[in-house]
């Protein structure tokens, strides 16, 4: 099915739930045309209702093909963009089996026999002590490392797919994730606020217009509205430096959000506030959280994970772990 003709269907389908209005009758100019084509509506919520019933407008009609289902996947990122949050679904959900990682050169393994899940659009807390591979299975599971065995499966689209997910190599787990680094402030780029935000986007055209709107919805999210763009990151706090790193990685909406012990270095006050950001995007996308500090993210989390002493696997903590897990959160810092 070609892509003029998807959407054409979709529009049919927005004017049907009157979701947008129905073009006029009268002849109009391919250029006209094709703008009323792509015409998508500005409410999140109608978008996420339009997208949902235009997927089974095309379960019903065409099936979901593999051509089709990619068709469908771009638009339904294109309508993300244009209402500014991701439908629903929009988190991966994540399945490790058995994922080793032993760098060239190394005398050992920094990670063996590692399984975890992670639901879409969950929150997860990822423990263990010093020396464990926490940081490495991070970067292997962003996509930053390749493991040398073992598999990483991506699932939780948007549009339909097969129902088993498919291995998801290096580059595609990095497509689908962001991270934020432990003290993200050794890792800025930019000297000022708009240079970090910016950094890699198109100089010019429609790309960067989106990523623009996106992030005046992101700055808010997050607390940095007021910040004056020019604002240089050296002056600001170390909590609001941690809300510029996390502004930058979800301007690109990722599907998998992996964080590196966010609260470490912060005071009471900015500790809070990044917890209720936390509490905010739960919902947005998949989250992991990489922190000793499990005592203060557990009643946001939704699972909380182990690893094992010197990365041998991991295995998911019941209440009665995590409680006295909590007793001697911290302990397992240096």
């Known amino acids: 099915m070609g892509r003029k003709i998807i959407k ?3 529009k049919e389908v927005l004017v049907q739930r009157k979701v947008v209005q129905a073009p006029k009758s009268k002849p109009v100019t391919k250029r006209k045309a094709k703008k009323q084509a792509v015409d998508l509506p500005k409410d999140p919520q109608a978008a996420a209702d339009a997208l949902e019933a235009g997927l089974k407008y095309y379960k019903r009609t065409s099936g979901p093909s593999s051509k089709t289902a990619d068709l469908i996947s771009q638009l339904a990122e294109a309508l993300q963009q244009a209402t500014g949050a991701p439908p629903a679904g929009h988190g991966a959900s994540v399945s ?3 994922v080793a990682f032993h760098p060239p050169g190394a005398a050992r393994p920094l990670l063996t026999g590692v399984s975890l899940d992670l639901p879409a659009d969950s929150l997860s807390v990822l423990s263990g002590p010093s020396g464990a591979g926490k940081t490495t299975l991070l970067h292997v599971l962003a996509g930053l490392s390749e493991a040398t065995a073992g598999t990483i499966l991506l699932g939780g689209a948007a549009a339909p797919r ?4 498919a291995p998801a190599a290096a580059p595609a787990r990095l497509r689908a ?3 934020v680094f432990q003290f993200p402030e050794r890792h800025f780029l930019g000297s000022t606020l708009v240079e970090e935000l910016t950094l890699g986007w198109p100089e010019t055209g429609p790309g960067r217009t ?4 996106r992030a005046q919805q992101v700055l808010a999210a997050v607390g940095l509205s007021s910040t004056p763009l020019q604002a240089r990151l050296s002056s600001l706090s170390d909590g609001y430096k941690r809300r510029v790193a996390l502004a930058v990685q979800l301007i690109q909406q990722p599907r998998l959000l992996l964080l590196d012990e966010p609260l470490a ?5 900015a500790r809070r506030d990044l917890l209720t950001l936390l509490q905010k995007l739960k919902g947005q996308c998949t989250m992991l959280v990489v922190s000793h500090e499990i005592a203060e993210l557990t009643p946001l989390a939704d699972a909380v994970w182990r690893l094992a002493d010197g990365g041998r ?3 998911r903590l019941d209440q009665s772990a995590i409680t006295a897990l909590k007793l001697t959160s911290g302990a397992d810092q240096p």
Do not use: C
């Open 8 to 10: 054409k269907q979709l």
């Open 96 to 98: 490790v089996r058995g």
């Open 162 to 165: 097969p129902a088993s997910p």
């Open 177 to 179: 994730s962001g991270v």
């Open 210 to 213: 989106r990523l623009a709107q």
């Open 265 to 269: 270095g912060l005071d009471w006050m």
């Open 313 to 315: 696997g991991a295995y």
